[in-house]
């Protein structure tokens, strides 16, 4: 409300009005006030736990599991890589005793690898590939992909195609997009095709055709298939 001053003005704000009614919002709400600092305290303070107190030595711990099986996958002993050998923890074990961390979602891939070309298992390679869903510009999209590889393996076709269309989308705005976007477009049309999803096929290989060299090996393939989905038209 307005108050006249010593002079006889008006004044717009009474600033002791202001005070006292500060005061005794302040008073009034003081616990819930407290209760909800003391929360985010805690959440801050969760925060910088978990990260620092438990994600970072975790990490730390499995980069250390995982060295020897980094050094087998490098002699081509794949084998020894993800069961383990002579003592030392294998991907499979890694990928399960560390999940959560960027060491064991890698392990999941090269889990993946392995029932993919190895034991021929595509099940459990997908269960694996799908346990590797980090960022990353080559093997995080590659994951992506060989999720959609495997479901079309299985026989589901259209469940790949999304996959293998997300793969896509991921590969074209990556560092990596030279080569996997057109390699995974290139798969994500094929798929579509084989779903008589025509629309979405030629989509995806216009797109490479437009951001991506035509000259290529994936250029040209997609130029080709491109011509015969209008020829069918």
């Keep these: 409300m307005a108050k006249q001053d010593n002079k006889g003005t ?7 009005e202001v005070y006292t009614r500060t005061e005794m919002f302040l008073e009034k709400n003081r616990k819930p006030m407290i209760m909800g600092l003391g929360a985010v305290l805690l959440l801050i303070g969760g925060f910088f736990a978990y990260q620092f107190l438990y994600k970072k030595p975790k ?3 499995a980069a250390n ?25 294998g991907y499979e074990e890694i990928a399960q005793n560390f999940k959560g961390t960027l060491v064991g979602k ?25 346990g590797a869903d980090f960022d990353d510009n080559t093997v995080g999209i590659a994951a992506v992909g060989s999720v959609g590889d495997m479901y079309i393996q299985l026989g589901n076709i259209e469940e790949g195609a999304s996959w293998l269309e997300k793969a896509a989308k ?8 030279d080569f996997t976007g057109p390699y995974y477009g290139l798969k994500a049309a094929k798929a579509f095709i084989e779903l008589n999803d025509t629309k979405k096929a030629a989509n995806l290989l216009e797109y490479i055709l437009d951001n991506y060299d035509k000259k290529t090996p994936d250029g040209m393939e997609a130029a080709k298939l491109l011509a015969f989905i209008k020829y069918k038209q």
């Design 65 to 89: 599991a995982i060295y020897m099986a980094d050094l087998y996958s490098e002699m081509d002993s794949l084998e020894w890589a993800v069961m383990g050998h002579d003592g030392a923890m």
């Design 106 to 130: 890698r392990a999941n891939y090269w889990c993946g690898v392995y029932y993919r070309d190895i034991k021929i298992d595509y099940n459990k390679a997908l269960e694996y590939f799908k």
């Design 170 to 177: 991921q590969a074209n705005s990556s560092d990596s997009r």
């Design 10 to 16: 008006d004044t717009i704000v009474d600033v002791q």
């Design 59 to 61: 990490e730390t711990s």
